[in-house]
């Protein structure tokens, strides 16, 4: 059975402080990992990756994949209230031509100002 | 915006009511999906459309039943379900690649369907 698991559950840190999200999975037919990043509403995308050692930034936030040790962590630099929320990583392991996502149980982050 | 808009956004049913969910993606994609996200765990899969066939159906009771007249919507009609169906409902599409199977699809979801089960 194909399983990704998230660290921490929850995370609460103030305004201005480095995070860092842990991603590992078990998973059959790898092909990628996803990072999304969900508050009210779906979740939206934020990372997708497919290659090891090779980090992918956005603004603020980058982040990175092990293959070998089959994880993945997400980075957020200098935080800001607004990066409260959920933050899910899902792995694509399909074995197919169509997508099936299996995702974590997600990290809660909660920035105080 | 995301391309994939769902309707209603929120629904309270009773028990022995019938309603159906609608998602529609504009994307052009040709694999959309319905998921399940209650609270306090992770997203679940229920059903994955590939070209307009059931590929997917991960032991979704059948109260659910999905349909997906073409690749551009996806219906989820629901019938006596029960409190614990009460959930975020999000429907997703990604293009499917016709290859040998190694493919990297993103799916992009829409707003979701806040369904309250009375």
């Known amino acids: 059975e194909d399983k990704v698991v998230q660290s921490p559950l929850s995370l609460v840190v103030h305004e201005g402080d480095t995070v860092t999200l842990n991603c590992s999975y078990e998973v059959t037919n790898f092909r990628s990992l996803l990072w999304y990043k969900q508050e009210k509403k779906a979740p939206t995308f934020l990372f997708m990756l497919t290659s090891s050692g090779i980090e992918k930034k956005s603004g603020r936030l980058s982040s990175i994949l092990d293959k070998k040790e089959l994880f993945s962590i997400l980075n957020i630099t200098a935080t800001q209230t607004g990066d409260s929320a959920i933050y899910l990583c899902a792995v694509d392991a399909g074995g197919t031509s169509y997508g099936k996502l299996t995702f974590g149980q997600g990290t809660i982050l909660t920035v105080h100002p | 915006e995301t391309g994939v808009t769902q309707t209603p956004r929120h629904l309270v049913m009773g028990m022995t009511n019938k309603k159906s969910l609608k998602c529609e993606q504009h994307?052009?994609?040709?694999?959309m999906y319905w998921y399940k996200q209650s609270a306090k765990k992770p997203l679940e899969l229920m059903f994955v459309y590939s070209l307009e066939e059931r590929v997917e159906n991960n032991s979704v009771p059948s109260r659910f039943s999905p349909e997906c007249p073409n690749s551009s919507h996806l219906f989820l009609h629901l019938h006596t379900l029960q409190p614990e169906d009460s959930a975020l409902y999000l429907c997703?599409?990604?293009?499917?690649?016709?290859?040998?199977?190694?493919?990297?699809?993103?799916?992009?979801f829409g707003p979701g369907t806040r369904l309250l089960v009375l």
């Open positions: 994307l052009g994609h040709n694999a």
């Open positions: 997703a599409s990604s293009q499917e690649k016709a290859t040998s199977g190694i493919g990297q699809e993103t799916q992009y």
